[in-house]
Antibody, heavy 119, light 107 residues
Framework: QVQLQQWGAGLLKPSETLSLTCDVY????????WGWIRQSPGTGLEWIGE???????NYKSSLRSRVTMSIDTSKSQFSLKLTSVTAADTAIYFC?????????????WGQGTLVTVSP | DIQMTQSPSSLSASIGDRVTITCRTS??????LNWYQQKPGKAPNLLIY???SLQSGVPSRFSGSGSGTDFTLTISSLQPEDFATYYC?????????FGHGTKVEIK
């Protein structure tokens, strides 16, 4: 049973860089994509992007200029960096596993990290 | 982007009721449609994938149907632990998009 445990700073000032990491326990990296999804009252659930075990990425186009995802299979973790944050980036951020099967579902999720951007 | 329209946005139901939630997409997505349940303060939890496949460990009172642009999540007999918000999500094309949710409340 895979478990995802995420961590990172929860309070940022505008223009700073959001940095989150997700540790993966009990699962293989191959056969899956690993991604980030955020949730805010105004926007709902928003897919940010995903990365596979080889480092191939797929980002939401509107965030592409600010997003970098990386993966380190030797440490069983993957990470998100989002630069130049604004108040609009305030949200709960989830890491999640995307199964490469019919439907491509997000079948395991981290516990979520509330990220607040405030001067 | 593929738009997801869920209805209703909220509903009130009693224990034992049959509940149906619909999701319509702005273009055909074959069966690349998934359903999630979310409770307050928790991450979403996968219920149904590929429109009609039950995720392991999910009670059989949950079922999904549909293909193309119209999809349905059904709870055959609502239980106390089912009061939550339900989301549909498509993985047919990037960006992956979610519906705005259906909140199921106690009548």
């Amino acid at each position: 049973q895979v478990q995802l445990q995420q961590w990172g700073a929860g309070l940022l000032k505008p223009s700073e860089t959001l940095s989150l990491t997700c540790d993966v326990y009990g699962g293989s990296f191959s056969g899956y994509y690993w991604g980030w999804i955020r949730q805010s009252p105004g926007t709902g659930l928003e897919w940010i992007g995903e990365i596979n075990h080889s480092g191939s990425t797929n980002y939401k186009s509107s965030l592409r200029s600010r997003v970098t995802m990386s993966i380190d299979t030797s440490k069983s973790q993957f990470s998100l960096k989002l630069t130049s944050v604004t108040a609009a980036d305030t949200a709960i951020y989830f890491c999640a596993r995307n199964k490469i099967t019919l439907g491509r579902p997000w079948d395991s999720w981290g516990q979520g990290t509330l990220v607040t951007v405030s001067p | 982007d593929i738009q997801m329209t869920q209805s209703p946005s909220s509903l009130s139901a009693s224990i034992g009721d049959r509940v149906t939630i619909t999701c319509r997409t702005s273009q055909s997505i074959d069966t690349y449609l998934n359903w999630y349940q979310q409770k307050p303060g928790k991450a979403p939890n996968l219920l149904i994938y590929a429109a009609s496949s039950l995720q392991s460990g999910v009670p059989s009172r949950f079922s999904g149907s549909g293909s193309g642009t119209d999809f349905t999540l059904t709870i055959s007999s609502l239980q106390p632990e089912d009061f939550a918000t339900y989301y549909c999500q498509q993985s047919y094309r990037s960006p992956r998009t979610f519906g705005h949710g259906t909140k199921v409340e106690i009548k």
